[in-house]
């Protein structure tokens, strides 16, 4: 069914064409990244990029900003926030994880929100936030319930989360083994090129469609999130020896080892 579902496009032309038209609708997408990668500017982005450019109402749920400093954030990008809000468009959500969770006869906090502006799209800011509330035991199962949550209310969701910056081979993005309840990461990465950092972006994993295994640069302007080509020239950027011959099916390779031999560990 999902399959079928119209393609949730983030407004972004190079990275919609690495998705091969953008995300499936009703999918789950983690967007991994060590801290000021861009994460929270691309979720934004694509929330506003929804109800400007697609007529999708958007739900942005944070944990980790005050309102103002996101309507502030978002406006020296160039997006009006709370215009949107005030035409039922989008709806800024500031709350606690325990909040989010809560649920009173299977109804949550998110329903009421839901109810009224019947949002497509939706972002959580983010799960690392809501790993520090839960015991680690219960991460899987709340983040399960969270996804699940989202489905079947028929909302396609952006979950970020802090992961630390890779280096050298061991390749982890998500230690909780999340990335199995999630049906697409994308992961945003620092690369040192010729002695500058670039930030880079490539999609780790796309359930049921193709995609770019490539790794793109990107940038983040006065505009927001601009994505530029391929690092064709360079190698092994993902592993953090840019000279090194690696490909990215060999990074993710990596990376599945290193979470497989992490999850045997626990
Ligand atoms: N108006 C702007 N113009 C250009 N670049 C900006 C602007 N605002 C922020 N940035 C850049 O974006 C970076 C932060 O992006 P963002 O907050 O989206 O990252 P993040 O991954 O969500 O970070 P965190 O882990 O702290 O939540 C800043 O470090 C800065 O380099
Ligand atoms: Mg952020």
């Known amino acids: 069914m999902v399959g079928k579902m119209a393609r949730v496009k983030s407004g972004l032309l190079e990275l919609d064409e690495m998705l091969g038209g953008g995300f499936m609708g009703g999918d789950s997408v983690m967007i991994a990244g060590s801290a000021g990668t861009g ?60 909040l989010l969770l809560e649920s009173d006869g299977g109804e949550s906090l998110l329903d009421e929100y839901i109810r009224e502006i019947h949002p497509r799209r939706i972002v959580i800011d983010s799960l690392s936030h809501l790993a520090m509330y839960v015991d680690e035991k219960e ?43 999630v049906d697409c990461i994308i992961l945003l990465k620092l690369v040192e090129i010729e002695s500058s950092m670039k930030k880079a972006l490539t999609v780790l994993k796309m359930r049921g469609s193709e995609h770019d295994k490539r790794l793109r640069e990107f940038e983040i302007t006065q505009q927001g999130i601009k994505v530029a080509s391929p690092f064709s020239d360079y190698d092994g950027i993902i592993t953090g020896s840019p000279r090194k011959r690696v490909t990215i099916e060999e990074a993710v390779g990596r990376f599945s080892e290193a979470f497989t031999a992490k999850r045997k560990k626990s």
């Open 39 to 98: 994460k929270t500017t691309l979720a934004l982005q694509h929330l506003v990029n929804g109800v400007t450019m697609f007529g999708d109402n958007g739900i942005y749920v944070t944990f980790e900003q005050l309102p103002d400093q996101i309507y502030r954030d978002a406006k020296n990008f160039g997006w009006n926030l709370r215009k949107m809000e005030d035409e039922n468009t989008l709806r800024l959500v500031c709350t606690s994880p325990q």
């Open 139 to 181: 991460l899987r199962k709340e983040t399960y319930r969270l996804v699940m949550h989202l489905k079947t209310r028929g909302l396609s969701s952006l979950l970020l989360w802090e992961s630390p910056q890779i280096v050298g081979q061991s390749f982890s993005v998500t230690e909780e083994g999340l990335s199995f309840l």
